[in-house]
């Protein structure tokens, strides 16, 4: 029996001829000599064949411990001695006190300017943004922000606007000072490196509410617990991408800098942080989109803003209530995150950098300008956005949402509508998932989970998604875990469709990437809040439309990252495969993803974690389960209830992370 051809899925420099070898092993036979697949293979069996005799995944009540009753004592007793214990008294009550007096204290700076002057502010510094020049970047950025507040005007929620704002300008400069600092420790000490990866690696799998719940507990309601949330979920961007910068710093030039007798400190202010600016504004850019997601959010625990009439509205239903501070979140977002953006390109601007003397003077006359604008408003009385220039756009969308469900929700000839595809992917996507994970034995799961985990991470993955599922049926959130579970599975299922499809699409034809570029851009920037709006106009309040969001919140990335990893695969094996005579679909599958595999596995790990993240929120319209119940205890103030939900959404984002995370040597190959 003669040898098997080489295939392309296993060397990329010698690709076979297309068409079947004549002899070696057929696909079943190469399979089982596999082992990591035979060990999967074994684990799903054990699982099928327990669930098809038992039909019964109940986790046992003897292995239940309470956790709900001593989290109920301790808030219990962190209420009745927030006025009077030293803990609160010389340490968490100057945190909450100087945080609360910074955001009034932006505020009342914000309310002074009045509205001419705080649009004068961001048209000026847009402009900046763009090379305070005549340039189109220059004048398109400017544009923006005038846009940008003359809606937020015009739709009557300036004062909830400045709110909103108020409080990122203190959150950002915060976490991104902190981000600096643990940036530095990690980019300078490759002890401390090793210490935080870790750890900004939980965080970056961990949904936005598990970040309210403790510090709610801790401050009560209101303003310091979004603050303090918001610095922790925001600044670990800022810290990774620094770190990043200067451990990627030009060699050569640290090297003449250190020749020239420059000090370990010189060389950092001289050398490495010039060096690292670029990733440094990146970081800046992710900690501002951070703060403002999480800002948004943080309207359940009192954070007021815009967040707040969305939320209202989310309650209700009422989704023309909600329109006019969503189109001020997509606006202000849009905004940032373009202005932010501006700042990094202009790093890599070929123009020569203005002087020290000429950026002294423009910001004076900014400064100048801002000041005139302020003192006319003053002088004209108009501080405060004029009534008559309001309009209300609540009822004509309420009107619509109405036109929609009426004409729209079923009843389409031919595709149903809208309503019927909701009731259509609960009954044959979610609920069988849900009824199958139910009727699998607990031990059953905990064994395929942690085949699942070793194969990714090997053993100590493994440990971790065990205890971490362990840890769930121990607190008795079994079931509603599962339902979470299911939801999560069956929208994952659906991103991962779509986002490959379109990934290799628009890697393999230019226009379409061109043409999705600018909504993937868009769709990047919104807050995860924004998404339920238009589910609720669409769907109703279910389960698939906190579904339908978490695929929409997901895909960009999936998309992004799948057709990335297509276009960097070496041109020389796809030239190989096409001289040999490849189909165009040969050449995909034989080549193209089996060589975009760690890729596409970085992919898969980036849509478990957004996919979780934004159940959870959908929770709020529909989604119930473990995301119902941290909202109710973060609303109703029962956090015995929200924070043992929480725990129990940490331990799925853990468990998620550690099945879906390819291993060090992969991740390092889809980086490259």
Same mark, same amino acid.
């Given at each position: ?122 048209? %000026? ?15 398109? %950025? ?39 600092? %643990? ?51 925001? =600044? ?121 003397? =000429? ?314």
């Amino acid at each position: 029996m003669s040898a098997a051809p080489t295939s392309v899925l296993e060397k990329k420099d010698a690709v076979s001829p297309p068409g079947p070898p004549s002899e070696g092993p057929g696909p079943l036979a190469g399979f089982l000599r596999n082992p990591k697949a035979v060990l999967l293979l074994c684990a799903v069996l054990v699982a099928v064949v327990s669930a098809a005799v038992t039909a019964n995944g109940v986790w046992p009540s003897d292995l239940t411990v309470d956790v709900r009753s001593p989290l109920d004592d301790l808030n219990t007793w962190m209420a009745e001695n927030r006025d009077t214990h030293p803990l609160f008294l010389y340490f968490l009550l100057h945190i909450s006190n100087t945080s609360q007096s910074a955001v009034d204290g932006v505020f009342s700076g914000l309310e002074s300017l009045g509205f001419i002057g705080v649009t004068v502010a961001a048209v %000026l510094i847009s402009w900046y943004a763009g090379g305070a020049d005549l340039r189109r970047r220059a004048l398109s %950025l400017a544009g923006t922000a005038f846009g940008t507040f003359a809606v937020i005007g015009v739709l009557d929620v300036w004062e909830e606007a400045m709110e909103t704002l108020a409080l990122m300008v203190v959150c950002v400069a915060v976490a991104g000072l902190v981000g600096v600092l %643990l940036g530095l420790a990690a980019g300078l000490s490759d002890r401390a490196e090793r210490i935080l990866r870790p750890v900004f690696d939980t965080m970056q799998v961990l949904p936005a509410f598990s970040y309210l719940l403790p510090f709610v507990m801790m401050f009560d309601v209101g303003t310091p617990a979004v603050f303090m949330s918001t610095v922790i979920y925001a =600044a670990p961007p800022m810290a990774r991408l620094t770190s990043l910068g200067l451990r990627g710093a030009d060699a050569a030039a640290l090297e003449a800098s250190r020749s020239l007798g420059a000090s370990a400190w010189q060389r950092l202010w001289t050398a490495r942080l010039p060096l690292a600016r670029k990733p440094m504004l990146l970081g800046l850019n992710q900690t501002i989109m951070m703060s403002l997601s999480m800002v948004v959010l943080a309207t359940v625990v009192g954070a007021g803003g815009l967040g707040d009439p969305i939320f209202t509205a989310i309650s209700t239903l009422d989704v023309g209530l909600a329109a006019p501070a969503g189109i001020a979140i997509v606006l202000i977002a849009v905004w940032l995150d373009r202005t932010t953006g501006a700042f990094g390109e202009r790093v890599d601007d070929s123009a020569p950098p203005r002087s020290a003397v =000429a950026t002294r003077v423009l910001w004076a006359v900014i400064v100048a300008l801002v000041a005139a604008a302020t003192a006319l408003g003053q002088a004209l009385g108009r501080t405060e956005w004029p009534e008559n220039w309001v309009v209300s756009i609540s009822q004509p969308i309420n009107e619509a949402v109405g036109w929609i469900e009426r004409e729209l929700g079923s009843g389409v000839p031919v595709i149903g509508g809208t309503l019927t595809w909701a009731n259509g992917f609960i009954r044959f996507g979610i609920n069988p998932l849900f009824d199958a994970l139910l009727a699998t034995p607990w031990w059953a799961l905990l064994l395929v989970v942690g085949v699942l985990a070793y194969l990714a991470g090997r053993w100590r993955a493994a440990v971790t998604a065990v205890l971490a599922l362990g840890a769930i049926g121990a607190m008795g959130l079994w079931n509603k875990s599962m339902d979470t579970l299911s939801q999560v599975i069956a929208a994952l299922v659906v991103t991962l469709i779509l986002g490959f499809a379109i990934g290799v699409l628009a890697a393999r034809v230019a226009w379409v990437e061109r043409a999705i570029r600018p909504v993937l851009d868009t769709m990047q920037t919104l807050p995860a809040f924004i998404y339920l709006i238009p589910m609720i106009a669409l769907f109703g309040s279910n389960p698939s439309a906190a579904a339908v969001a978490s695929v929409i919140y997901a895909l960009p990335a999936v998309v992004r990252i799948t057709a990335q990893g297509i276009r960097q695969i070496d041109p020389s094996a796809l030239e190989a495969a096409r001289s040999l005579g490849a189909s165009t679909g040969q050449q995909l599958w034989q080549v193209q993803l089996p060589l975009a595999r760690p890729a596409l596995l970085v992919a898969l790990n980036q849509g478990v974690v957004l996919v979780l993240s934004m159940v959870v929120i959908g929770g709020m319209i529909g989604g119930g389960a473990l995301g119902v119940d941290v909202v109710r205890g973060l609303t109703k103030g029962d956090l015995g209830l929200g924070m043992t939900s929480g725990i129990a959404i940490v331990c799925l984002g853990l468990l998620l992370d550690r099945i879906s995370q390819p291993g060090a040597e992969i991740k390092e190959r889809a980086l490259r």
